[in-house]
Structure formats: structure tokens, C-alpha cells
């Protein structure tokens, strides 16, 4: 079973990347993250003046990770050495970079580019700090910092995106024609964690950024939507925990995965983990390798305005062994599920074919028949 891919020229022997942040901080930490199975890593981003990280920075939340952390605290010439313990374990590392002009922006990128890096990164889609979201959502300032780096490097460049804005296609287009040779995303989604109800302060005290497995319908939408838009490849990332979730960035066009979140809360067993789930599920399904799925997702995906109304409504299929759980009639906002003395039924009539029962249900009794 084949894992691995060809990205931005680089020989990846599977499509794991440890994306930007703590966790690869520095050469050590890269190296523990190799050492786990990613097949590159990208470091936290890189900046020519550091400020501190606030504290606190990370709260994790019900269903995701909230952080208003915002780049390395080590200096750019700091980065040389831990660039180089990775190239001297025989790592790939792609630098994740960030400036606010052309001219910045390449002259970091020209120097990470001699401190050994495979490839670069531009980091400038977090959405806190520095006005970085209004900086990612403009094409025109997207195009002139990728065509500056392309220009300034021999490196692959790679452009990560923020899933904060409007034209995720315009600003794909604009980074495509950058000839920058693959986009990567997302970075974190623009959130308050919460609030305290008790002082009455919000959990974190500016907006950060969300991650971990709720944002994973968001990254998909993205990637899709890039995938869709240009012919340069793009890495997927968000929420990612699991083979399933690895394997839907694929079929939605990705080349490699990136992951953090799901490492910092259940360690990085998570990456064998995956490894394994994948070689599993290409064995029973006859796959050979990756190539053979990417991006095959995406030819069931049709304009909002093609859809057709279809004469569907569910059916139940078996008998319900969960009988304490009565998620299909609570949710159905139609009640046109009911139960009576234990037996579920749909009452057709008033069915409207929404499909959640199917979804909601534990035990897999329900399906959409066509006919009313
Ligand atoms: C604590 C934390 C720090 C991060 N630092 C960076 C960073 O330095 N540069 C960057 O481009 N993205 C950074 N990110 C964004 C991640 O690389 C990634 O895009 C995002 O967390 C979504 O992936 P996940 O759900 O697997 O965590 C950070 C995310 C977190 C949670």
C-alpha cells in the first residue's frame, strides 16, 4: 500500500504534515513530530521582529480549541539552528513565514531559504493581530506577496489561507497566478471562545482563532472550493482527528493533511493511528494509492441552483434497538416520525424528505426511499 505523494516537488512517504504552531516550534519539537510519522512539518511562522506571546493564550472549549497565540518568539537568525536539526535527521521542513510587506516577505523567505528550509510557507492567515485578516481577504495584497516570494526564492511557496472571508476563490485565483505551487488550507476561523458567566469577562481577551474537529466542515468547504477554483495543489487542514476525517480532505481534492489540534489533545498516537486507518480502508476498497481518490468527491458537488427537488422521504428499515435515545422524533421538525409502544414509524403525509432522521439515528435504522 502506497502513502506516499508527490507535494510542491517534495517526496512525502505519506500525506501527514504537523502544521504551524507550538508544536513545532523549534528543532526538537520537529523532530519529536517526524519521529511520530508526519512526513514534513511546518514550523510555527516566522517573523524579523518577535513580540512575546500574550498569556493566557489557549482555552479548549466544548467542541473546539480557541488561541490568541500569534508566531514564534524565537528571532529569525534562532531559526537557523532549528531548521538545521531537522535537515541534519533528514527531515523535510517548510517554513511558515510572515511579513506585512513584498519586500519583508522575501528578503525572510531568501534567508530561510539558506538556513536549509524544503519549502515555504506564508503564514499570514491567522485572524488576530496586526490587521492579518484584512491582509488575507484582498487578492491584490495576496498576489503581490506570493509574486514577491516566488520571485525571491527557488523554493516551492505555498500560500495558506484564512477561512475568514468572502472570496476564497478570487483569492485562490490571485495566488495561482503568484505562481505560487500549492495553497494550504485553513487557519484558524475568527471566534470568541466564550464567556464567564460569573465575572462576566469573555474567556480569552481579544478575538482569536477556533480549531479542532468543528471547524473540520469549514477547512472542507474551503479546500473544495480551491480545489475547484485553480490546478495547483493544496494541502488540507482543520479539525482533522481521525483516518475518515484525513481521507474526506483527499476525496475534496487535497494532497496532504495537515493536523494540531488534535495532537496537542489526544498526542500524537493520532498519527499512526491515521496511518494505519488509511492503509486499512485502501485495502478493502482496492486502492493502490492516494491518486486513485483525490479529488474524487468533487464531481458530486453541483451549484446550489442545479439541485432538483427529488421525490424522497425516509423509511424505517429496522427495528430500533436504542429505544431510550427517540433522537429521530425529537429532531424531526416535520413530526412526521413517530413511536408507538416501542415501534418507529414515518407517517409519509407529512414527511418532507429532509434526510436528518438518517443522520441522527444511532443505529442506522432509517433511509431515504425514492416516492412519497
Ligand atoms: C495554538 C495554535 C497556534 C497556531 N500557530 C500558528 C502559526 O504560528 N502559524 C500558522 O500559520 N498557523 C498557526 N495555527 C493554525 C494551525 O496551523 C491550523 O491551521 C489550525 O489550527 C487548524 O488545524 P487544526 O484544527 O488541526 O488545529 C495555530 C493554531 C493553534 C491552535
Same mark, same amino acid.
Given at each position: 500500500?502506497?502513502?506516499?505523494?508527490?507535494?510542491?516537488?517534495?517526496?512525502?512517504?505519506?500525506?501527514?504534515?504537523?502544521?504551524?504552531?507550538?508544536?513545532?516550534?523549534?528543532?526538537?519539537?520537529?523532530?519529536?513530530?517526524?519521529?511520530?510519522?508526519?512526513?514534513?512539518?511546518?514550523?510555527?511562522?516566522?517573523?524579523?521582529?518577535?513580540?512575546?506571546?500574550?498569556?493566557?493564550?489557549?482555552?479548549?472549549?466544548?467542541?473546539?480549541?480557541?488561541?490568541?497565540?500569534?508566531?514564534?518568539?524565537?528571532?529569525?537568525?534562532?531559526?537557523?539552528?532549528?531548521?538545521?536539526?531537522?535537515?541534519?535527521?533528514?527531515?523535510?521542513?517548510?517554513?511558515?513565514?510572515?511579513?506585512?510587506?513584498?519586500?519583508?516577505?522575501?528578503?525572510?523567505?531568501?534567508?530561510?531559504?539558506?538556513?536549509?528550509?524544503?519549502?515555504?510557507?506564508?503564514?499570514?492567515?491567522?485572524?488576530?493581530?496586526?490587521?492579518?485578516?484584512?491582509?488575507?481577504?484582498?487578492?491584490?495584497?495576496?498576489?503581490?506577496?506570493?509574486?514577491?516570494?516566488?520571485?525571491?526564492?527557488?523554493?516551492?511557496?505555498?500560500?495558506?489561507?484564512?477561512?475568514?472571508?468572502?472570496?476564497?476563490?478570487?483569492?485562490?485565483?490571485?495566488?495561482?497566478?503568484?505562481? +505560487?505551487?500549492?495553497?494550504?488550507?485553513?487557519?484558524?476561523?475568527?471566534?470568541?471562545?466564550?464567556?464567564?458567566?460569573?465575572?462576566?469577562?469573555?474567556?480569552?481577551?481579544?478575538?482569536?482563532?477556533?480549531?479542532?474537529?468543528?471547524?473540520?466542515?469549514?477547512?472542507?468547504?474551503?479546500?473544495?472550493?480551491?480545489?475547484?477554483?485553480?490546478?495547483?495543489?493544496?494541502?488540507?487542514?482543520?479539525?482533522?482527528?481521525?483516518?475518515?476525517?484525513?481521507?474526506?480532505?483527499?476525496?475534496?481534492?487535497?494532497?496532504?493533511?495537515?493536523?494540531?489540534?488534535?495532537?496537542?489533545?489526544?498526542?500524537?498516537?493520532?498519527?499512526?493511528?491515521?496511518?494505519?486507518?488509511?492503509?486499512?480502508?485502501?485495502?478493502?476498497?482496492?486502492?493502490?494509492?492516494?491518486?486513485?481518490?483525490?479529488?474524487?468527491?468533487?464531481?458530486?458537488?453541483?451549484?446550489?441552483?442545479?439541485?432538483?427537488?427529488?421525490?424522497?422521504? +425516509?423509511?424505517?428499515?429496522?427495528?430500533?434497538?436504542?429505544?431510550?435515545?427517540?433522537?429521530?422524533?425529537?429532531?424531526?421538525?416535520?413530526?412526521?416520525?413517530?413511536?408507538?409502544?416501542?415501534?418507529?414509524?414515518?407517517?409519509?403525509?407529512?414527511?418532507?424528505?429532509?434526510?436528518?432522521?438518517?443522520?441522527?439515528?444511532?443505529?442506522?435504522?432509517?433511509?431515504?426511499?425514492?416516492?412519497?
Amino acid at each position: 500500500m502506497d502513502l506516499s505523494v508527490d507535494y510542491v516537488g517534495l517526496k512525502l512517504k505519506n500525506p501527514l504534515i504537523a502544521a504551524a504552531g507550538p508544536l513545532t516550534r523549534n528543532g526538537a519539537m520537529m523532530k519529536k513530530a517526524l519521529d511520530a510519522g508526519f512526513a514534513a512539518v511546518v514550523t510555527e511562522t516566522i517573523v524579523t521582529e518577535v513580540r512575546r506571546n500574550v498569556r493566557p493564550r489557549l482555552v479548549n472549549g466544548a467542541a473546539g480549541m480557541g488561541n490568541i497565540g500569534l508566531y514564534s518568539d524565537f528571532t529569525l537568525e534562532e531559526w537557523e539552528s532549528e531548521i538545521a536539526q531537522v535537515k541534519e535527521a533528514g527531515g523535510i521542513v517548510i517554513a511558515n513565514i510572515l511579513a506585512h510587506t513584498p519586500s519583508e516577505m522575501s528578503y525572510i523567505a531568501r534567508v530561510v531559504e539558506k538556513y536549509g528550509a524544503d519549502a515555504i510557507e506564508l503564514g499570514v492567515a491567522a485572524p488576530h493581530g496586526e490587521g492579518l485578516e484584512v491582509l488575507s481577504s484582498d487578492p491584490d495584497r495576496m498576489y503581490g506577496l506570493a509574486a514577491a516570494t516566488v520571485d525571491a526564492v527557488e523554493l516551492p511557496v505555498i500560500v495558506k489561507m484564512s477561512p475568514n472571508v468572502t472570496n476564497l476563490s478570487k483569492l485562490a485565483l490571485a495566488v495561482e497566478r503568484s505562481g +505560487a505551487s500549492a495553497i494550504s488550507a485553513i487557519d484558524t476561523v475568527r471566534s470568541i471562545i466564550g464567556v464567564d458567566l460569573e465575572t462576566g469577562r469573555a474567556l480569552l481577551p481579544t478575538y482569536g482563532g477556533y480549531s479542532g474537529a468543528a471547524v473540520r466542515p469549514i477547512g472542507l468547504a474551503a479546500v473544495a472550493t480551491i480545489a475547484q477554483t485553480v490546478d495547483i495543489q493544496v494541502s488540507g487542514i482543520g479539525g482533522v482527528e481521525n483516518y475518515h476525517d484525513a481521507l474526506e480532505y483527499i476525496m475534496l481534492g487535497a494532497s496532504t493533511v495537515q493536523l494540531l489540534t488534535a495532537i496537542v489533545l489526544h498526542g500524537y498516537s493520532v498519527v499512526p493511528s491515521i496511518l494505519e486507518g488509511m492503509k486499512r480502508w485502501m485495502a478493502r476498497q482496492g486502492h493502490e494509492s492516494l491518486s486513485g481518490i483525490r479529488g474524487k468527491a468533487l464531481a458530486s458537488l453541483y451549484s446550489f441552483e442545479e439541485l432538483r427537488m427529488e421525490p424522497y422521504t +425516509a423509511r424505517v428499515t429496522a427495528h430500533c434497538a436504542a429505544q431510550h435515545c427517540d433522537a429521530c422524533v425529537t429532531g424531526c421538525m416535520y413530526e412526521a416520525v413517530v413511536k408507538d409502544e416501542g415501534i418507529y414509524s414515518v407517517d409519509k403525509a407529512r414527511c418532507a424528505g429532509c434526510g436528518l432522521c438518517v443522520s441522527l439515528c444511532p443505529e442506522k435504522c432509517f433511509m431515504l426511499e425514492w416516492g412519497p
